[in-house]
T-cell receptor, first 115, second 111 residues
Framework: DSGVTQTPKHLITATGQRVTLRCSPRSGDLSVYWYQQSLDQGLQFLIQYYNGEERAKGNILERFSAQQFPDLHSELNLSSLELGDSALYFC??????????????FGPGTRLTVL | DQQVKQNSPSLSVQEGRISILNCDYTNSMFDYFLWYKKYPAEGPTFLISISSIKDKNEDGRFTVFLNKSAKHLSLHIVPSQPGDSAVYFCAATGNNRKLIWGLGTSLAVNP
């Protein structure tokens, strides 16, 4: 158990809909990262927040947005969903800002299926 | 364009033998490389890393070798155990510390 929790575990929805994925980082971690893993793309970094502020951006679509709240939990919002958005979405957390890659702790993921 | 490539989607090894997982990269600005292990229904967990100033890093049964001129790294597991059966991801990063991931290699260690 990494200490990072993600809800829900599974999500099935229809094209055009909007969903929210939730992540609670490990106690004491200030950084949260979101990743997308689809079958043919491997893990893709989406976005990082540090202590409530956006710190780094990766291959995140404009239809997607995220935020980190004062209690440090984070939400990833996916809107106007398309079939291709079906994937596993992972959240990771780390203590610091620089996010030393070998100290990122991953949650179990949310499997999103868009029908 | 895959900057980090794991060309073998799967590998099968006998228990007690050596497992060698390979990874190639294209970006010469990468200076830190990592291996993560992933079991089904779990997130990736960090396994071992290597900085570009080294060519080898060892941690117990796991050794990572880096060949910068060939832009190639490999993970050796000796001896392999059934509990090592998992998907192994190679990842690389540069100054911005954004992790770039390979597609993974599924290792099966057979008793």
């Amino acid at each position: 158990d990494s200490g990072v929790t993600q809800t829900p575990k599974h999500l099935i929805t229809a094209t055009g809909q909007r969903v929210t994925l939730r992540c609670s980082p490990r106690s004491g971690d200030l950084s949260v990262y979101w990743y997308q893993q689809s079958l043919d793309q491997g893990l893709q970094f989406l976005i990082q927040y540090y202590n409530g502020e956006e710190r780094a951006k990766g291959n995140i679509l404009e239809r997607f947005s995220a935020q980190q709240f004062p209690d440090l939990h984070s939400e990833l919002n996916l809107s106007s969903l398309e079939l291709g958005d079906s994937a596993l979405y992972f959240c990771a957390s780390s203590v610091g800002d620089r996010g030393d890659p070998d100290t990122q702790y991953f949650g179990p993921g949310t499997r999103l299926t868009v029908l | 364009d895959q900057q980090v490539k794991q060309n073998s989607p799967s590998l099968s090894v006998q228990e007690g033998r050596i497992s060698i997982l390979n990874c190639d990269y294209t970006n010469s600005m990468f200076d830190y490389f990592l291996w993560y292990k992933k079991y089904p229904a779990e997130g990736p967990t960090f396994l071992i890393s290597i900085s570009s100033i080294k060519d080898k890093n060892e941690d117990g049964r796991f050794t990572v070798f880096l060949n910068k001129s060939a832009k190639h790294l490999s993970l050796h597991i000796v001896p392999s155990q059934p509990g090592d059966s998992a998907v192994y991801f190679c990842a690389a990063t540069g100054n911005n510390r954004k992790l770039i991931w390979g597609l993974g290699t599924s290792l099966a260690v057979n008793p």
